[in-house]
């Protein structure tokens, strides 16, 4: 049961790190983009998809 909590944690530590880095490349690329509604979309998009990925990532380790 140890090795398993630990295994879990661990995966989740690299996809936090992981989701961290695409989530730093999304922000840098918004903005980069001129300041239009499409931009801000695209940014309201990837923080939904931040937190439907933590809402999941909670389920599992709790």
Known sequence: MKKSIASIHRGARGLFLQHNAFMLQRIGDGADAPRSLASFRGVLI?????????AGVAQVVF
């Not at 990837?46 to 933590?54: C, Q, R, T």
């Open 46 to 54: 990837a923080a939904g998809i931040s937190l439907a990925f933590w």
